[in-house]
């Protein structure tokens, strides 16, 4: 799985991993999803549907709607411009996995319809989504400890003035 994170001047990652209150939202309605009766849970060996994407494609696609979303979330927005910048968030999304926007929505539709199998489903985006945001921990440790070795070997390396060497030397009297 290939990652692309950037960083701010600041040092901190634009892509941000699930915001709790993200979270707890997931966590919410994979619970009603659960408790649904009647609904089939488990088809390991049924035929997906056309435009279906199958488990790990679908895999994929969440673990970069959650990025775009917790990104989103960061940046405590309006809720016009949210709207906008998920649009944009979007598009590029679905254009590198080679998916639609109505595949995508149906495929979510087809899985919710079967709750064991999105859980397990998302028990694995959210491991992706933490290996992703171990990297980024780690890059950004990485690059703040690399800028810091600079200032700190620069401090090292010049020696204090002596108070002789801040004195306005004194021209040479004429003999």
């Not at 009603?32 to 994929?60: H, N, S, Y």
């Not at 709207?83 to 979007?90: F, K, V, W």
């Amino acid at each position: 799985m290939r990652t692309h994170v950037q960083v701010n001047a600041a040092g901190s990652p634009l892509s941000r991993m699930l915001h709790p209150a993200a979270l707890f939202l997931l966590a919410f309605a994979l619970f009603f999803a659960a408790c649904r009766p009647g609904q089939p849970q488990w088809e390991p060996t049924a035929k997906l549907p056309d435009g279906v994407l199958d488990r790990e494609a679908m895999i994929a696609v969440l673990v970069d709607v959650h990025l775009a979303e917790g990104d989103l979330l960061e940046r405590n927005l309006p809720s016009e411009e949210q709207e906008a910048l998920l649009r944009s968030h979007y598009e590029p999304l679905l254009a590198r996995h080679g998916i639609s926007a109505r595949q995508l929505m149906d495929s979510y539709a087809y899985y919710v319809e079967r709750p064991l199998t999105l859980n397990a489903m998302y028990e694995e985006v959210i491991e992706a989504l933490n290996r992703i945001q171990a990297q980024v921990q780690a890059q950004v440790q990485e690059e703040t400890q690399t800028q810091a070795r600079p200032a700190a070997q620069g401090r090292s390396e010049t020696p204090a003035a002596s108070p002789s060497e801040t004195q306005t030397p004194r021209p040479a009297e004429a003999p």
